[in-house]
T-cell receptor, first 112, second 113 residues
Framework: NAGVTQTPKFQVLKTGQSMTLQCAQD?????MSWYRQDPGMGLRLIHYSVGAGITDQGEVPNGYNVSRSTTEDFPLRLLSAAPSQTSVYFCASQTGVLYEQYFGPGTRLTVT | AQSVTQLDSHVSVSEGTPVLLRCNYS??????LFWYVQHPNKGLQLLLK??????LVKGINGFEAEFKKSETSFHLTKPSAHMSDAAEYFC???????????FGKGTRLSVIA
């Protein structure tokens, strides 16, 4: 049982490039979320999903796209990277609305 | 709308002394509340959670928190700090239903030998 896994761990992009951050969980959790963490800002929700085929926007969705074709996977796409997207990105999953989230180890992204 | 305020951005304590990390919340509904810990360059780990059962919640590593509805607070405490407690701590709230978690901005705990 690997829990929540994220790839890559580190990534450097140039402005305007696109990429996909991968997130997978093997706990059969319905809920999955993407957050970004910036110094002094805590974690801010980008997008979330309450089940396969269902996604919704969080607090800071602009510049990001998600899809949820399977229960296990929830990739986050950066459409055209900008320096303001330099951050640490965390994926999380949970079994139900009242339960705690399990977090992946994070992806540190730098956009130059 | 729901929100959470962590009253201190940085707390410094000596090893062996008590820890108090303060958190106030705002929620239109009876909330679920969580404390998470993040050690340097690591992911987040759940310390404890309150989901409308006992108001005094015990977590891992000797931490506990008390839900006080009248004060809209959920402060985190530990009787005796250990060097390994040095980390960032996040207070988190969720209102009823499918609403996502809302994170506080975090409190950095330093433990001095």
């Amino acid at each position: 049982n690997a829990g929540v896994t994220q790839t890559p761990k580190f990534q450097v992009l140039k402005t305007g490039q696109s990429m996909t951050l991968q997130c997978a969980q093997d706990m059969n959790h319905e809920y999955m979320s993407w957050y970004r963490q910036d110094p002094g800002m805590g974690l801010r929700l980008i997008h979330y999903s309450v089940g396969a085929g269902i996604t919704d926007q969080g607090e800071v969705p602009n510049g990001y796209n998600v899809s949820r074709s399977t229960t296990e996977d929830f990739p986050l796409r950066l459409l055209s990277a900008a320096p303001s997207q330099t951050s640490v990105y965390f994926c999380a999953s949970q079994t139900g609305v009242l339960y705690e989230q399990y977090f992946g180890p994070g992806t540190r992204l730098t956009v130059t | 709308a729901q929100s959470v305020t962590q009253l201190d951005s940085h707390v410094s304590v000596s090893e062996g002394t008590p820890v108090l990390l303060r958190c106030n919340y705002s929620s239109s509904y009876s909330p679920s509340l969580f404390w998470y810990v993040q050690h340097p360059n690591k992911g987040l780990q759940l310390l404890l959670k309150y989901t409308s059962a006992a108001t005094l919640v015990k977590g891992i590593n000797g931490f506990e928190a008390e839900f006080k509805k009248s004060e809209t607070s959920f402060h985190l405490t530990k009787p005796s700090a250990h060097m390994s407690d040095a980390a960032e701590y996040f207070c988190v709230v969720r209102a009823k239903g499918n609403t996502p978690l809302v994170f506080g901005k975090g409190t950095r705990l330093s433990v001095i030998a």
